[in-house]
């Protein structure tokens, strides 16, 4: 049973570019939720996919965008990028939204630097 | 929004000794989860404790849970040199998860 995958593992932009983030959720897992962690932090909520619908969002900019597809995988896209913006990307699945006994299962991350 | 603070901020014990770590939150949860992350890679999950539940254990893992303190404890038993990581509770409320800063645990041989 495969986990939690993302892609790229590290990503070197250069400010004002666009990066895009790729995650696959757990098997039958049909929901996921974007983090960004800065260094000596805790992860912080982006947002959340589910049914290819944004349903909840943490406190960022609208530079950062999302998507999920039909087969639950989803996108972290972030424009015009800003050396703040260097961090642990990661992505997080579970069967619908966190509730009583939902676990949330974790990716590797993806490590973005801009430089 | 609500945050989660870990205490201590750092803990450094010897190979076989028990760690304890503790947690603490604001305001209702429907769950608190338990993650550790080795040198800044992905988040492990550890356990899940609900917001009714008190105590629950998983091999070397034991989670408290009182939600009157709104606090949460993490016990790793007879530590090992491999448990030296990065501990974050997430308190889940609100249809995700909210962190704390994490505690660093060091297991000296």
């Known amino acids: 049973d495969a986990g939690v995958t993302q892609s790229p593992t590290h990503l070197i932009k250069t400010r004002g570019q666009q990066v895009t983030l790729r995650c696959s959720p757990k098997?039958?897992?049909?929901?996921v939720s974007w983090y960004q962690q800065a260094l000596g932090q805790g992860p912080q909520f982006i947002f959340q996919y589910y049914e290819e619908e944004e349903r909840q969002r943490g406190n960022f900019p609208d530079r950062f965008s999302g998507h999920q597809f039909p087969n639950y995988s989803s996108e972290l896209n972030v424009n015009a990028l800003l050396l703040g913006d260097s961090a642990l990307y990661l992505c997080?699945?579970?069967?619908?939204?966190?509730?009583?006994?939902?676990?949330?299962?974790f990716g590797q991350g993806t490590r973005l630097t801009v430089v | 929004s609500q945050q989660g603070e870990e205490d201590p901020q750092a803990l450094s014990i010897q190979e076989g000794e028990n760690a304890t770590m503790n947690c603490s939150y604001k305001?209702?949860?429907?769950?608190l989860q338990w993650y550790r992350q080795n040198s800044g890679r992905g988040l492990v999950h550890l356990i899940l404790i609900r917001s009714n539940e008190r105590e629950k254990h998983s091999g070397r893992l034991r989670v408290t849970l009182d939600t009157s303190k709104k606090s949460s404890s993490l016990l790793i038993t007879a530590s090992r040199a491999a448990d030296t990581a990065s501990y974050f509770c997430a308190m889940g409320a609100n249809s995700k998860l909210t962190f704390g800063k994490g505690i660093t645990l060091s297991v000296r041989p």
């Open positions: 997080a699945s579970s069967w619908r939204e966190i509730s009583a006994g939902t676990e949330a299962f």
């Open positions: 098997s039958g897992h049909d929901t």
């Open positions: 305001t209702s949860i429907n769950n």
